[in-house]
């Protein structure tokens, strides 16, 4: 029996995210040689197999219906139709004027709702949540799409059968995943967002001139696991705190000891800071605040300036724009939002998304009341709200609309439909209708 398990970052002995246990046919000596395993001929040899698909079956028109039918509202359209501005009643709603699903998400969703079509009778599994959105993933295990099962930090992949069909999801997932897929004979398809594709392809290239990848992301994001999993050495840090330790580093050394107790679980094997910071370049993990990922990248880019100069930056130092077309529309609409004058902000989108939790950032940092929900029921009756705080447990709120006429604004993460949207905005205007009866 094949078992591949999930190390994550806290134990990675190995460039990878797995250990195997069991005797399937070679996996074990891939693993060992990762190092020297060429991802980028991988990858070009799994995307001409015929059992690798990523452009559908045939079945867009059905699956855009389904969509339509389950995932659209009319009142968000005619929101949109009017300026993003709707009153009923004391409520009056200022929304985004970029939101919600994002072209690579909705394509990731049809391609998922396409597979079941075309494949009415086999068995179907998914490496992870096709997006990080609670009712999107339930509608999924509804059609009986199965989730590869994860106990403990461990994947077990001895469960998908031979021939099963994969669905790899809008993260992507990590060159040793797939390996495991295609050597079992798998159907692969992979709905991997091409945004997510471009930073593959980012440390791809630093990895072919032997630079470090110093990666925007949180370690243990599947996107950044899979984006991990592509590059040669790789650093992950956080936020700018973060970069402005490593910049320090570079600059004027430190203990070595204490570095690699700050970032154990977020660098590649036998990573060292005092040889591979030499030559780096910067990718991000598509979803992270754009304005953060430019301001680390510009602060490592003076930082190897000014220590090996402005002629030899080249040599040391690459940068390719790998941020998000959707993701930073969605953050400069918030930005524009938080601008007008609102009582508060209403963030909806699942609670493991990292693009929702950076719109939420946004409208904190503006010091406006903001609560995150990732669905209607969230909303309770008298005027109680489930929601999550910024880096803190769920929490229960009362009395959360203030009485009077009120300007909600609203926003939600790309993984996020429009009917839930819908669905949140008809719960609010229930309960300030309910409150002026």
């Known amino acids: ?45 799994l995307q001409q197999s015929e059992n690798y698909h990523r452009k559908g079956f045939g079945h ?3 699956a855009a219906s389904a969509l339509q039918s389950e995932y659209q509202s009319n009142l968000i359209e005619q929101i949109r139709d009017n300026n993003y501005t709707w009153q009923r009643g004391d409520v009056t709603i200022r929304l985004a004027e970029a939101f919600g699903f994002c072209w690579g998400v909705e394509r990731a969703v049809a391609m998922a709702y396409e597979t079941r079509q075309h494949f009415p009778t086999e068995r179907i599994w998914i490496t992870n949540e096709i997006i990080h959105n609670p009712s999107v993933n339930q509608r999924l295990r509804e059609m009986q799409v199965e989730f590869i099962p994860v106990e403990q930090g461990e ?3 001895s469960i998908v059968g031979v021939g099963d069909v994969v669905i790899l999801p809008a993260f992507g997932a990590s060159v040793q995943e797939m390996q495991v897929l295609n050597d079992k004979g798998c159907t692969i398809v992979d709905t991997t967002c091409p945004w997510v594709s471009k930073v593959w392809n980012t440390v791809e290239k630093h990895k072919k001139k032997a630079y470090t990848s110093i990666i925007h ?5 599947e996107e950044t696991v899979a984006t991990s999993s592509f590059a040669g050495k790789y650093l992950i840090v956080l936020n700018i705190a973060e970069a402005d330790y490593v ?10 000891e204490e570095f690699m107790a700050k970032f ?21 993990q598509t979803t992270m605040l754009k304005s953060e990922t430019e301001q680390i990248g510009k602060l490592l880019e003076h930082t190897m300036m000014k220590k090996y100069g402005p002629d030899k930056l080249n040599e040391h130092f690459q940068s390719f724009n790998t941020i998000c077309d959707a993701t930073q529309e969605r953050q400069d609409a918030m930005f524009k939002l938080v601008d007008e004058k609102i009582d508060l902000m209403l963030v909806i989108g699942g609670f493991n998304s990292s693009n929702t939790t950076h719109l939420q950032e946004i409208a904190i940092e503006r010091g406006i009341p903001s609560y995150h929900i990732d669905s209607a029921s969230r909303i309770g009756s008298g005027n109680r709200v489930e929601h ?4 803190r447990d769920l929490e229960v709120v009362e009395n959360w609309l203030p009485d009077g006429k009120i300007v909600v604004g609203v926003t939600s993460g790309a993984s996020t439909p429009d009917k839930v949207v819908e669905e949140a905005l008809e719960k609010i205007f229930e309960l300030k209708a309910a409150v002026v009866v």
């Open 60 to 62: 867009a028109e059905e």
């Open 217 to 221: 992301g949180k370690y243990n994001h």
């Open 264 to 284: 154990s679980r977020a660098c590649s094997a036998g990573f060292d800071p005092d040889t591979d910071l030499e030559c780096i370049g910067i990718a991000n």
């Open 247 to 256: 910049s320090n580093y570079i600059l004027n050394g430190g203990k070595r």
């Open 155 to 157: 994947k077990d992949f």
């Open 1 to 45: 029996m094949l078992r591949a398990i999930c190390l994550g970052h806290a134990a990675r002995s190995q460039p990878n995210h797995f250990k195997i246990e069991g005797d399937f046919t070679g996996l074990k000596k891939l693993f060992n040689g990762l190092n020297r395993m060429d991802t980028k001929a991988f990858k070009r040899s």
């Open 388 to 391: 999550k705080p910024l880096h």
